[in-house]
C-alpha cells in the first residue's frame, strides 16, 4: 500500500518483468472498505501449454516487433566473440569493443568494469557483415544502466582480485560457492594486467561474508592514459563505469555495494542503448584485443 499526503491508500501490485510471472489479486469489499487481500503468483514457464486465442492475437505484432528489429544498423567487418567460455575466462574482442564503447562515451570516465554475465549473444561467433537491434538484443537481454563510481586504486586492485577468482584452477583452496561466479569475471577498458593462475585467490566465506584470503593474482596493473599506460596508484581516486547490477553487490561485488552513494551516479544511459549508437555513428567496426587482459598459468 503506497499512503498519499491525505491519507488515502493506493494498492500497487507489480508482478515482475519480462513476463516472467502474472498476478491475481482477490479483494474482499464490505461498505465501500477492503477487508481482506489475497494476491497469487503464477510463474510464466516454457512447458506451459500456449493459449491459442492469445497466440493468435499477438502472432501479427511479434512478426512486425521482429521484422523492425532485424533491421541493419551497421556492420562488423570481424566476427564477435561472445561465446560463454571465452568471455568469462580472457579478454575477447567483444568484451574490448563494448567497454571502449562505454569509456569513450561516458564523459569523465577513466576505466570501465563490466561483469561478462551482462553480454550474452547465443554463447556463439557472430560472424561479420550486417549487426540488427535484434542482435543486440541477444547481447544485451538485461536492462543495465551505467553507473559511475569514484574508487581509489586500492578498491579496484580489490574488485579485479574478485573478478579473478572466477579462474577456478585445481587445488587453489577456495570453494565454488566462496568465489565469484563465472558471470562475474571482468571485461575492461582503461586498464592493462595480468591475472597469474598460480597465485592465491581471492576468496570469501559464503555464510559469514569474510574474507578468508585477499588474492594476490592480479599483476602489473596500469592505468591507461593518453601517454600510455601507467602503474595504478592506490590512494588516486578514479571515475570507474560499471553496470547497475555489480554497483548493487550483484556477483558478489560488496566491496562496489559498500561505497557510499555519494560516490556513485547513475549516468541513466542503458548499455545497450550506447553500442547501438556507437554501431550507427561508427559502423563499420572492427573490434580486437589488444592484450589488456593477461592470464598466466
Not at 474482499?28 to 461498505?31: F, V, Y
Given at each position: 500500500m503506497v499512503t498519499s499526503g491525505d491519507g488515502t491508500e493506493t494498492m500497487i501490485v507489480h508482478a515482475g518483468k519480462y513476463g516472467e510471472e502474472m498476478d491475481t489479486v482477490d479483494l474482499?469489499?464490505?461498505?465501500g472498505v477492503v477487508t481482506e487481500t489475497v494476491i497469487e503468483r503464477y510463474t510464466i514457464s516454457e512447458d506451459m501449454a500456449d493459449d491459442k486465442a492469445i497466440t493468435a492475437f499477438v502472432s501479427p505484432y511479434y512478426t512486425k516487433y521482429t521484422e523492425s528489429l532485424s533491421e541493419g544498423i551497421g556492420y562488423t567487418t570481424v566476427p564477435l566473440d561472445v561465446r560463454k567460455q571465452t568471455l568469462r575466462t580472457e579478454e575477447t574482442n567483444a568484451g574490448d569493443w563494448v567497454t571502449d564503447t562505454v569509456r569513450r562515451t561516458v564523459p569523465g570516465v577513466d576505466?570501465?568494469?563490466i561483469n561478462a554475465g551482462s553480454i550474452r549473444g547465443g554463447d556463439r561467433i557472430i560472424p561479420a557483415g550486417?549487426?540488427?537491434?535484434?542482435?543486440?538484443n541477444e547481447m544485451f537481454p538485461y536492462e543495465n544502466m551505467i553507473v559511475t563510481v569514484q574508487m581509489t586504486g586500492r578498491e579496484i586492485t580489490e574488485t579485479l582480485e574478485w573478478s579473478a577468482s572466477a579462474l577456478s584452477v585445481s587445488g587453489d583452496g577456495c570453494p565454488g560457492a566462496d568465489r565469484v561466479p563465472s558471470g562475474g569475471f571482468m571485461q575492461v577498458s582503461g586498464l592493462q594486467f595480468a591475472v597469474n593462475t598460480t597465485a592465491d585467490?581471492?576468496?570469501?566465506d559464503a555464510e559469514t561474508g569474510k574474507i578468508t584470503a585477499a588474492?594476490?593474482?592480479i599483476e602489473n596493473l596500469s592505468v591507461v592514459t593518453a601517454a600510455g599506460p601507467v602503474p595504478i596508484d592506490r590512494e588516486q581516486t578514479y571515475t570507474v563505469a560499471v553496470t547497475d547490477y555489480i554497483s548493487n553487490?550483484?556477483?558478489?561485488?560488496?566491496?562496489?555495494?559498500?561505497i557510499p552513494?555519494?560516490?556513485k551516479f547513475n549516468t541513466e544511459m542503458n548499455l545497450i542503448d550506447?553500442?547501438?549508437d556507437e554501431i550507427e555513428k561508427q559502423s563499420p567496426v572492427s573490434p580486437k584485443t589488444d592484450g589488456r587482459i593477461r592470464v598466466v598459468e
Open positions: 474482499t469489499i464490505i461498505d576505466m570501465v568494469l550486417e549487426l540488427s537491434y535484434l542482435t543486440l585467490t581471492r576468496c570469501i588474492g594476490e593474482r553487490g550483484g556477483d558478489g561485488y560488496t566491496i562496489l555495494e559498500r552513494d555519494d560516490r550506447l553500442v547501438a
